[in-house]
T-cell receptor, first 116, second 113 residues
Framework: DTGVSQDPRHKITKRGQNVTFRCDPI?????LYWYRQTLGQGPEFLTY????????KSRLLSDRFSAERPKGSFSTLEIQRTEQGDSAMYLC??????????????FGAGSRLTVL | EDQVTQSPEALRLQEGESSSLNCSYT??????LFWYRQDPGKGPEFLFT???AGEEKEKERLKATLTKKESFLHITAPKPEDSATYLC??????????????FGKGTKLSVIP
């Protein structure tokens, strides 16, 4: 297993455009998380899936943001009508749903978004 | 008010100079305190989970401890490859069984040869 994969690694877009990020978790992990990290800050929770169900969303996740995990495997995070304040690293993580590893998040390398 | 506060923000050590990083937290009920290491341009990498006051975990030159209000990450005889940002995060009790982690801003450690 190659760990958590995120694509693209870097995205530069103009304000007002839509962008989509993809995350492929570790194959046996049921849980998938999205976090956002800006420079000099720790990651901030956005949303969490167990299998295909989106079970938790942060108030940070405005209605311009939507996340899906249609078949309980990969996930997408879409940002509509991007704003300069959306510029950040978008991190995906996954974990098992039970057992000793349930609390241990394995993060991907992130997708860095720059909004001009 | 921040729930997780890390200090110092940055720390420069000579190789072999031991020190400690601090993470203080204010949550109503702790379901776990986590330490991660983050290298530039990469995602955080898991180091330790602590669940109750008095618990300690060790891995190579790192040792994490937990009290009721704070956690320490002790680094013994650090090497340049220990240079990274160290992040602390907490998971707290909530009626909905939240799985979100709340992270601090991190401590950027530089170990000089």
């Amino acid at each position: 297993d190659t760990g958590v994969s995120q694509d693209p690694r870097h995205k530069i877009t103009k304000r007002g455009q839509n962008v989509t990020f993809r995350c492929d978790p570790i194959s046996e992990h049921n849980r998938l998380y999205w976090y956002r990290q800006t420079l000099g800050q720790g990651p901030e929770f956005l949303t969490y899936f167990q299998n295909e169900a989106q079970l938790e969303k942060s108030r940070l996740l405005s209605d311009r943001f939507s996340a899906e995990r249609p078949k309980g495997s990969f996930s997408t995070l879409e940002i509509q009508r991007t704003e300069q304040g959306d510029s950040a690293m978008y991190l995906c993580a996954s974990s098992p749903a039970s057992g000793a590893g349930a609390n241990v998040l394995t993060f991907g390398a992130g997708s860095r978004l720059t909004v001009l | 008010e921040d729930q997780v506060t890390q200090s110092p923000e940055a720390l420069r050590l000579q190789e072999g100079e031991s020190s400690s990083l601090n993470c203080s937290y204010t949550v109503s009920g702790l379901r776990g305190l986590f330490w991660y290491r983050q290298d530039p341009g990469k995602g955080p990498e898991f180091l330790f989970t602590l669940y109750s006051a008095g618990e300690e975990k060790e891995k190579e030159r790192l040792k994490a401890t937990l009290t009721k209000k704070e956690s320490f990450l002790h680094i013994t005889a650090p090497k340049p490859e220990d240079s990274a940002t160290y992040l602390c995060a907490v998971r707290e009790h909530s009626g909905a069984g939240s799985y979100q982690l709340t992270f601090g801003k991190g401590t950027k450690l530089s170990v000089i040869p």
